[in-house]
C-alpha cells in the first residue's frame, strides 16, 4: 500500500512523543518520501542507441535516404492521379489557344447580355414605383384632410382659439375658477358585476363631510408645530372637540394614501409645513375633496380662494370634513414657520 497520501512534512523524530514537538536527536526513522525511490541506475541495452552505436552510425547518408524515398513515393502518386490527363493533355495541345479565344469571346457577349437585362429590369421598378405613388397620393390627400376636419383644435374656432397662448396667467385662472353647481356623484356602471357593486359601495358613498376619529399627521414634529397646532391635536386626541370620540393617528408619510384614506373613513389630513406647490398639488387635492363635500384650507383662507402669485408658490394643506377645517381654524396659528431639520 502507497503512502503517498501521509501528510508529512518532516522527518519523524525519535523520544516519547512520536511525530510530538519535543526537541530530541534525530532518529533512525524517515519518512517514506525521504527514502530514494532508485538505488541503481538502469543501462542501456544493445540496440537501445548505446553511445557505440550512434558513433559507428552515419546519421547524413541515413537523412539523405529518407529525403529520397518521400520524394520518389510522392512522384508516383502524383503520377498515378494524373496519368490519364496527361495522354488527353498531348493531344489537345494544339487547340488550347483557339478554345481560349472562343471562350473569351462568349464571356464578352454574356456579361453585355447580363447588363442589358439588369438595366430593364432597374427601369421596369423605376416604372412600377412612379405608378404606385400616383396611385397613393389621392388616398393619402382625403386621409390627411379628414384628420384636419375631425380635429377640433383646427377647425372649431368658434369654441377654441388656436392661438391661445398658455402662460402663467392663464394656469392661475383656470385653477382658481370656482364651481357654483352642486356636484355630480356618478360612476360609469355598464357591467353590474360583484366587483363592480364593491367598487361603488367602497367609493361612490365617499362623503368626508361628516367628521371622522382619524388624523394624519408626522408627530414626530410635535414640538417644532406652532401651539395652536399642538392644542389641536391634544383636543382631539383626548375627545374633547366638537366631534366627541377620541381621535387617533394614521400616518404613510405618502400625501396621496393619506388622502385617500381620508376620503374613505373621514377625518383629518394634513401638512402644516409650506412645503406643497399650490398649483400642481394643494389645489387638484382640494379640488377633490371639495366635490365629495369636504374642504380644503391652508390653515386660514379656503385653498381653491388663493391667487397663485408664482408658479411654485407653496403652503401648508390641510384636508378634511367643513367641520373638522372650521374647528382647526379656530385655533388660530397652525401653520408651521419654522422647519429646524434633523442632524443625522
Known sequence: M????????APAKGGNEQGGTRMFGPSQKYSSRDIASHTTLKPRKDGQDTQEELQKRNLRDELEERERRHLSSREDKDRRKGG???LEGEIGDSDDDAEIKGDDEDEDDNDEDDTKALLAELEQIKKERAENKLRKEPSDTQESDSCIRGNPLLNNATSFNVKRRW???VVFKNQTRGETKTP???INDTIRSDFHRKFLQNYI???PAVPGQIYSVNDARYFDWPEGLRKYIDTVRQGKGRYPKKYSARYICSLVADFHRTLLYGGVAMNPRDRLRLVYEANPLSFLVEHAGGRGSDGKHKILSIQPVKLHQRLPLFLGSPEDMEELESYGDVQQKVNPGYEV
Do not use: E, N, S, Y
Open 184 to 186: 355630480k356623484r356618478f
Open 205 to 207: 358613498k365617499v362623503h
Open 2 to 9: 502507497t503512502t503517498a497520501a501521509r501528510p508529512t512534512w
Open 84 to 86: 490519364h490527363l496527361l
Open 167 to 169: 402662460d402663467d396667467d
